[in-house]
């Protein structure tokens, strides 16, 4: 009894052809013979029937091959005598499949008959925790026509040993620490179970778990991330010396619990019918109040301990750093790319949520003038997290992005917050406990990277007492004291170095409560490859330690001529800061390394308060470190735009940068102007690098550069297995950071080489303010 599938209507419009109309759209076969067979297919006649009802004109193997042709493209189902879609012999044929639910499964892509049968025989678990109520959902589950062989309330685990199918496990919170023993028990079983919140405003369904893809995510995996998204919660916790999340009252209302319900319902029907999609492995988060929803997609974590191989990090931080052939597929913007920032964008994106996502939002900031381009990506991790100061707002509390175009810095900013997190520490890094003294060669000194001085050392308390976390000066040095070092890998030398675990990884723990050293994200970068972020890194220190040499011996520069660059957008963003009344000029910073350093610099004119920004850049090429400075300096703006003349209106809540936007003018800081003495500089004045068209090319001309100073080039691997996005931190130990960090070596013996200097600045007559953009 051949006819059109149960989500289908056929209508026929003689000459034009057979109309097929479904809840997602309409399908037109023009087939003259069809026009004839349709109308007689809707009153369901037997094959024989069909055949002598129609036209002579249509062979009966005519009919044959166009229903066989209507059957492979899905159009069409049989019927057997008795009006039912025969079904499996395993099936529970004594109810036929309703029309309705027929046409359901079969626009989902199932056959209607066999979905209905396996929704019907398969059997649900219900379990609640966390003392979540689960009466709604169990209700909702039976109204579907759906077994359910245990009851809400039960929270053992004992029910889940004994029964097949389906859990679905009700909570009150994703975090719920009883939800690791339901994961392990799955797991072990390798049963699928679907978790769910159905009380609140925002109503959470998913993701189905299922240990028996080894693909599939587990609880811990979600886990991770959700944490990483309460940063305050977590530190509300740990300061009140609680576990677990922190309890908020429940919103919702018996409508808002229905709709939950009934999604529940719905997700289990379908996985026990077999209909599976790509939301089935996300959280599916529906806003009751705006009705609006949105699919988190969880992905698993290699490294996972619970479901997968936590060795992963300490495998590729003991290997070798092996570098090879990377050409560059980009050269435009802020600098060279083995890959274009639309193509980085489309692999990384998946890692923006705030649910499931390693980022928590990327967006364009609020705060900027029209035309600038700065996007921001979330709380800045190499802040830490231990107490709120790291939460607030700042130049750097953000993880923020500029570039050329809105895609450049949209990607820019994703990629800095990739990079951050894969710098937290984790427990899964490869880790040697002993003292500098007892690895001896093999160790690098963190004094020869941290490079305080002594007084540093001897006036710690109240110094950090009054500063931000970004000048902390630690503990002075213990060599006997055993410590975590992670291995890092020598570019210049080809061995294996150690350095302390804490200087390479935020928040890593230090030993017996002492901070011998302390991580940033000097050198640290992220890339379209382990190349690509090598040089991003390396340029870093370049750029850090130029600002340095200048800042802290406040010595007068040459001015760089923006006119002599000649390229329109540098115009063009001179007449926007104009417009904001402002004022554009750059400085050349370019020390001893040779690879040229611009500092963009602005400042308000039509008040008291100069609101002076400056934003910094290096590379090889002079007019990429031009546009790096420049959109760096659109990337400061944001937290000066709306200041007011009465001092008020500062996006940002660092006493520090606020002291200095109030205070400083280019009267009281006269470094910060140009050398009226020298000429501008122009492209042409600065030092050439011959440009390699590959990076590997680029790495090379760094260790001759480092090896020129007789310094050593460190790298170490951070890429995480669950990114992907390569991350490099790159350490030159000698080079100077732009925060405070005042041992003796460059920042005294440089300017004096340079002839910035006829005398070695004294400690004393260092820049009394630190480096703070």
């Known amino acids: 009894m051949p006819g059109f599938k149960a989500h289908l209507r056929a209508e026929v419009v003689p000459g034009e052809g057979t109309y097929l109309f479904s809840e997602r759209g309409v399908k037109v076969i023009e087939n003259p013979q069809l026009e004839l067979l349709a109308p007689l297919m809707d009153s369901r006649p037997n094959l024989g029937e069909l055949l002598r009802a129609a036209p002579r004109s249509i062979a009966p193997q005519e009919i044959g091959y166009l229903l066989g042709k209507l059957a492979e493209a899905e159009l069409v189902d049989h019927l057997d005598d008795d009006g039912g879609i025969p079904l499996p012999d395993s099936a529970d044929s004594t109810t036929p499949p309703d029309h309705s639910a027929r046409a359901f499964w079969e626009l989902g892509g199932l056959d209607g008959a066999h979905a209905c049968s396996r929704s019907r025989s398969g059997s649900l678990r219900l379990l609640t925790v966390g003392g979540a109520d689960g009466s709604a959902v169990l209700s909702a589950l039976r109204t579907a026509g759906l077994s359910v062989l245990a009851q809400p309330g039960t929270e053992r685990n004992a029910c889940l040993e004994t029964t097949p199918g389906l859990s679905v496990i009700i909570c009150s919170d994703y975090l719920d620490e009883a939800l690791a023993e339901v994961d392990a028990t799955h797991r072990a079983s390798r049963r699928p179970w679907l978790l769910a919140k159905p009380h609140g405003a925002d109503i959470w369904v998913g993701p189905v778990f299922e240990p028996e893809n080894d693909c599939s995510p587990c609880w811990h995996c979600l886990a991770h991330r959700l944490r990483d998204h309460r940063e305050v919660e977590g530190h509300v916790q740990r300061a009140l010396g609680r576990r677990g999340p922190l309890p908020v009252p429940t919103a919702c209302i018996p409508a808002s619990v229905g709709l939950g319900a009934q999604l529940i319902a719905l997700e289990a029907t379908k996985w026990l019918a077999g209909h599976r999609y790509g939301g089935q492995g996300s959280v599916l988060v529906a806003d009751s109040h705006a009705m609006r929803s949105r699919h988190h997609e969880v992905l698993r974590r290699p490294q996972c301990p619970h479901c997968g191989d936590p060795s992963l990090v300490a495998d590729r931080l003991r290997r070798p750093v092996r570098l090879v052939s990377r050409p560059k597929a980009h050269t435009g913007g802020g600098g060279d790319r083995?890959?274009?920032?639309?193509?980085?964008?489309?692999?990384?994106?998946?890692?923006?949520?705030?649910v499931s996502g390693v980022v928590r939002a990327l967006e364009a900031d609020p705060q900027a003038p029209p035309g600038l381009n700065v996007f921001r990506a979330g709380h800045n991790l190499a802040l830490g997290s231990d107490t709120l100061r790291g939460l607030k707002s700042g130049l750097r509390g953000q993880s923020s992005g500029k570039g050329l175009t809105p895609l450049d810095a949209e990607v820019g900013a994703l990629c800095e917050a990739l990079e951050r997190y894969s710098a937290v520490f984790t427990g899964t890094e490869a880790l040697v406990h002993d003292s500098l003294r007892g690895l001896g060669d093999i160790a690098v000194h963190p004094n020869r990277c941290q490079l305080y001085h002594e007084r540093q050392y001897a006036d710690r308390d109240r110094w950090n007492g009054s500063h931000s976390a970004f000048h902390y000066v630690c503990e002075p040095f213990d060599e006997k004291a055993p410590l975590d070092w992670t291995p890092v890998w020598s570019l210049t030398e080809q061995r294996q170095r150690l350095l302390p675990t804490g200087y390479l990884y935020y928040n890593a723990p230090h030993p017996d409560g002492h901070c011998f050293v302390r991580a940033d994200s000097n050198g640290c970068a992220a890339g379209s490859s382990l190349e690509d972020a090598i040089v991003q890194g390396f340029l870093e220190l370049v750029e850090r330690d130029s600002v340095a040499l200048w800042w802290y011996n406040r010595t007068h520069q040459p001015?760089?001529?923006?006119?002599?660059?000649?390229?329109?957008?540098?115009?063009?963003?001179?007449?926007?800061?104009?417009?904001l009344h402002r004022e554009i000029w750059a400085l050349d910073l370019t020390a001893d390394l040779g690879i040229p350093t611009v500092a963009a610099l602005s400042r308000r004119t039509d008040k008291p308060a100069e609101d002076i920004v400056i934003g910094l850049g290096a590379h090889f090429d002079v007019r990429t470190a031009m546009r790096r400075a420049l959109t760096e300096l659109d990337q400061m703006l944001p937290f000066v735009a709306m200041a007011a003349p009465d001092g008020t209106g500062y996006d940002c809540s660092s006493p520090e940068v606020l002291d200095w936007c109030r205070r400083a003018t280019t009267g009281n800081q006269p470094y910060l102007l140009a050398n009226p003495a020298e000429p501008a500089r122009v492209p042409d004045d600065f030092p050439t690098h011959r440009p390699s068209p590959?990076?590997?090319?680029?790495?090379?001309?760094i260790e001759r550069v480092v090896t020129g100073k007789g310094m050593e080039l460190l790298v170490i691997d951070q890429t995480r297995p669950d990114i992907g996005l390569p991350v490099a931190r790159v350490i030159v130990p000698g080079l100077r950071h732009f925060w405070a960090r005042f041992a003796s070596g460059r920042l005294y013996d440089v300017p004096l080489q340079l002839g910035r200097r006829d005398t070695p600045i004294a400690y004393e007559e260092l820049n009394p303010i630190p480096v703070f953009f």
């Open 338 to 354: 083995a890959m274009r920032p639309a193509e980085v964008l489309a692999r990384y994106r998946h890692l923006v949520s705030p």
């Open 559 to 579: 001015a760089v001529s923006l006119e002599a660059f000649d390229e329109p957008w540098i115009a063009e963003r001179r007449v926007r800061y104009a417009d």
């Open 694 to 701: 590959d990076l590997l090319g680029d790495i090379q001309e």
